[in-house]
């Protein structure tokens, strides 16, 4: 598959350039001043003060390149994606075939199903009754309860999407000295800002919920990943009620760390390179057409509202990754991830991938004949309209 973020692959091409002008460079400065000092030798001046002078020049040059270039070393995208909340139910309706919509719909309803805390507080703090604020100190807990659910659930499935873009990718890197399998007790400061990945991550045999269901194991939805050798390894389990279990891993280049810089963002940290992602949800809603509410999520429109939230993510290249000309092959994976994860929750991307402006238009053609029909044959249809909450 095409890439269409190519961070790290256009960086290497440009150090590349750089390095090729470099050499360029000093040729012609070396041969220009060997024939300066041969045709224009001048009595009386200083030779090294002429070395000095030229040298100072030409590192001037370079270095103005290469700060030029540098602007290659960092990359940001933004990617904005959306939920559907049920205001009367104060729930989040899934969305179909849409990875973030679902997701986080099902990560907020396993959340506040299995811990009656986060039951009472996303209840009590209803996300149609705030209006869109800026999370800060002086903000309260109860009337943020809800923003910050929905941000610790974005970021719970970031990383667990980037976990498993990692794994496939790092695949046949499985043996490997330089890549690391990174676990739960290494990001114990990013679980200690982010309750709903503390949740899910948390051993089975610590969680009340599914020690309960112990005499239940039929109705268990397990993945298991078995390796080469025959060992298995439980990765999820879902309980019929709904509460999960995720196994963490972050396979990655050694000398790799994962921080939390706030509730907000973290930070992964490589000897090569840093990804920052940060999280940004206010209560401000977004527009999402009413065929689509009504047609394909079958809703109405007055019992939902579409909210958005956006993920910043800030790409750089550190010093030393400049300066490095091997084992790259080990963070070219960050290029996939961007196109991964856009695909997997850009709002714009969802609504392409399904068609809808195509969708949109049958279903608008649809209705108007099905409207031309009913008032030339059923005279008993008093309105001889179907409104936009009726099937068709």
Do not use: C
């Amino acid at each position: 598959m095409k890439t269409k973020n190519k961070v790290v692959t256009n960086f290497l091409t440009n150090r590349a350039g750089i390095i090729e002008i470099f050499i360029i460079a000093f040729a012609i400065a070396l041969s220009v001043s060997l024939t300066a000092n041969y045709l224009f030798l001048i009595e009386g001046v200083n030779k090294i003060f002429l070395l000095v002078l030229g040298l100072t020049l030409f590192f001037s040059s370079m270095i103005y390149l290469i700060l030029i270039k540098f602007k290659t070393m960092r990359f940001e995208k933004k990617i904005s994606g959306f939920f559907v909340y049920n205001k009367d139910e104060n729930e989040l309706i899934p969305v179909y075939d849409y990875s973030f919509g679902e997701d986080l719909a099902r990560i907020i309803k396993s959340t506040i199903t299995e811990k009656p805390a986060y039951y009472h507080a996303w209840n009590t703090s209803k996300l149609s009754d705030s209006s869109p604020i800026i999370m800060d100190e002086k903000t309260s807990d109860a009337d943020t309860a809800a923003q910050k659910f929905i941000i610790e659930s974005t970021q719970f499935f970031l990383i667990n999407k980037l976990s498993t873009h990692l794994s496939k990718y790092f695949n046949e890197y499985e043996k490997d000295k330089f890549i690391k399998e990174y676990g739960r007790n290494d990001i114990l400061q990013v679980l200690s800002k982010n309750r709903i990945m503390e949740l899910f991550t948390t051993p089975i045999e610590n969680r009340e919920s599914f020690v309960n269901n112990e005499y239940n194991k039929k109705n268990y939805i397990d993945i298991i990943k078995v390796s080469d050798d025959g060992s298995k390894e439980l990765v999820m389990r879902t309980l019929p009620s709904g509460e999960q279990f995720v196994k963490f891993d972050l396979i990655l280049p050694v000398k790799s760390s994962i921080q939390a810089i706030d509730s907000n963002t973290i930070n992964i940290k490589t000897a090569k390179l840093s990804i920052v992602i940060k999280v940004e949800f206010s209560g401000v809603n977004t527009y999402i057409p009413p065929l689509f509410v009504s047609q394909y999520l079958k809703q109405k429109s007055n019992d939902i509202k579409a909210y958005k939230v956006d993920i910043n993510i800030d790409v750089r290249i550190n010093y030393k990754g400049f300066f490095s000309l091997k084992g790259w092959k080990y963070f070219e994976w960050v290029d996939s991830f961007l196109d991964y994860i856009e695909e997997k929750m850009s709002q714009e991307a969802f609504f392409e991938s399904i068609n809808w402006s195509s969708l949109q238009a049958q279903i608008i053609v649809f209705r108007t004949n099905f409207r031309r029909k009913s008032k030339d044959t059923l005279k008993t249809d008093k309105e001889g309209i179907i409104s936009d909450d009726k099937e068709l």
